[in-house]
């Protein structure tokens, strides 16, 4: 309720957004290539023995389009952003900055939580898109320069076997997992007890929580979008 | 409004924490320009009272009224008028550590109030030489200043949205007792000027008799005695006595295990 209604906090919103995009991005870019050469090598070991190396390319975008992209992206900035909330906002609330802001007529919830969890929602789609490209990248160095594929027929492959519901998908667990690494660090810093040990307990339960729910809820979406296809 | 409605008005507020109860039955009532110092050992509840009132907890019984208004249970959205009569200043000054100090001091008008910045960081410069700080510290952040600093800092925000009721929590605790004293003249400079009410709470019996005009003492969870600030040496109470002369024999037992 807090994130639709008035009053906004657009500088607020925006130094999220850069917080949780911008500095997320070399940690994400290289989990997303790393992972496509790693999936490219490991599926033309397995492939080679049937003669069908020719799938890689599809595997690749599949797998990286679908679900790593946006897990281990999901995984990285809750280990980064939902981490640093839990901090900041456990460290406000045990040093009495939370009782202040309400004090000066502030709501916290819209002053603190609502910019996150906007930020959250809109950025990790963009992060997942670029880890998307950068993943499909990735495997496609690892073909063409270490398996020998020719560059052209791995590219047309792999456009071939795109789907936009597989990137749409992505994206949507990428929003879905924003919300859930925001709340999960406002969550357990707002609530956070008991001077340095609470704020350090609540990080932990902010990255441990909402590295679950990012597990459990990419099920949810991969059985809402692909069940009964 | 009439003149007997008490600004604040607190009754048979009782507010527990599991098992314990930290505030049994407390009844209060401040009025309108008075400066009201509630003193009390460590962990009597002085700052769950405070706390009450601002709706940061909700007691568990009775009523509190500000300015003949029942505040007990109201949502946000009724409550953000009446928030905007108080000012408080944290014990720990608890100021924003991500913005500067002028912006710690002009974020009540420019979040609050929705002042323009240019506005609200003239105001915040002023209100900051009202404490005796210069605008060398205006872009300074908080993690740079002093303690008595951070606690004018705090002061200067408190002030800042001219409010009708000012809190000081402990605004004594952990300074040297120079700046103690150089931070409850400023206290009762600004609460003068503003001709506001106040509400403090402390267990510095010296910063209690200059900016009382009226001291209340808690003890478990209850009012035990209140009277003007000058009676507080020969009031008759024990409990007070034994307090206010800081001895640890006396009808008030800490609880502290023997060896």
Redesign the interface.
């Given at each position: 309720m807090h994130c639709v209604l008035p009053?906004f906090?657009p500088r607020l919103i925006l130094r999220q957004i850069i917080e949780i995009g911008y500095y997320s991005l070399p940690v994400v870019g290289l989990t997303a290539i790393f992972t496509g050469m790693v999936l490219a090598l490991q599926s033309y070991t397995g492939f080679a023995r049937f003669n069908a190396e020719g799938a890689i390319a599809n595997v690749v975008v599949l797998s990286i389009t679908r679900e790593l992209a946006p897990v281990l992206a999901g995984l990285m900035v809750a280990g980064r952003i939902g981490a640093a909330m839990a901090a900041?906002i456990g460290t406000?609330r045990v040093?009495?900055?939370i009782?202040?802001?309400?004090?000066?007529?502030?709501?916290p919830f819209k002053?603190l939580i609502a910019p996150r969890i906007l930020a959250g929602v809109l950025t990790l789609p963009c992060l997942v898109l670029i880890a998307d490209i950068i993943g499909v990248m990735g495997g496609y160095i690892v073909s063409i320069h270490k398996l020998g594929f020719n560059p052209s027929v791995y590219l047309h492959r792999t456009w071939e076997f795109l789907q936009p519901l597989d990137v749409i998908s992505g994206l949507v667990k990428a929003s879905v997992f924003g919300f859930l690494i925001a709340l999960m660090g406002c969550y357990h810093g707002y609530h956070s007890r008991g001077g340095a040990e609470g704020v350090g307990t609540a990080t932990t339960n902010a990255v441990v929580s909402a590295s679950i729910l990012i597990l459990a809820f990419n099920y949810v979406v991969t059985e809402i979008f692909f069940a009964g296809k | 409004m009439s003149e007997n409605v008490p600004k604040i008005s607190m009754q048979g507020v009782k507010k527990a924490f599991g098992p314990k109860k930290v505030l049994d039955g407390l009844d209060l009532d401040v009025q309108q320009g008075e400066s009201v110092v509630v003193i009390g050992g460590s962990g009597t509840g002085k700052s769950v009272m405070l706390?009450n009132i601002?709706?940061?907890l909700t007691p568990d019984a009775g009523s509190i009224r500000v300015d003949g208004t029942e505040v007990v249970g109201m949502r946000?959205r009724d409550r953000?008028p009446i928030?905007?009569k108080?000012?408080?200043l944290?014990?720990?000054a608890?100021?924003?550590?991500?913005l500067s100090v002028w912006q710690n001091v002009a974020?009540?008008l420019i979040?609050?109030q929705?002042m323009r910045r240019d506005e609200a960081h003239a105001i915040a410069l002023e209100k900051l030489a009202a404490v005796g700080l210069g605008a060398d510290v205006a872009n300074l952040s908080p993690a740079e200043l002093s303690g008595g600093m951070k606690k004018r800092v705090g002061l200067a925000?408190a002030i800042a949205?001219e409010p009708e009721i000012l809190?000081f929590d402990e605004p004594t605790t952990g300074l040297d007792p120079i700046m103690g004293d150089v931070i409850n003249d400023l206290i009762v400079a600004c609460v003068k000027e503003l001709g506001a009410t106040a509400l403090s709470i402390t267990h510095d019996m010296a910063s209690a008799r200059k900016i009382a005009d009226r001291v209340a003492m808690l003890h478990q969870g209850r009012i035990i005695w209140t009277g003007p600030a000058a009676d507080i040496e020969n009031c008759g109470n024990e409990y007070v006595d034994q307090f206010v002369n800081g001895r640890a024999e006396g009808p008030i037992q800490m609880e502290v295990r023997q060896p």
């Open positions: 009053p906090y900041e406000m040093t009495e900055q009782d202040a802001l309400t004090t000066l007529s502030t709501n002053y | 706390k601002l709706g940061l946000w953000e928030l905007r108080f000012g408080m944290f014990q720990n608890a100021l924003f550590d991500s974020f009540g979040e609050g929705g925000r949205t809190f």
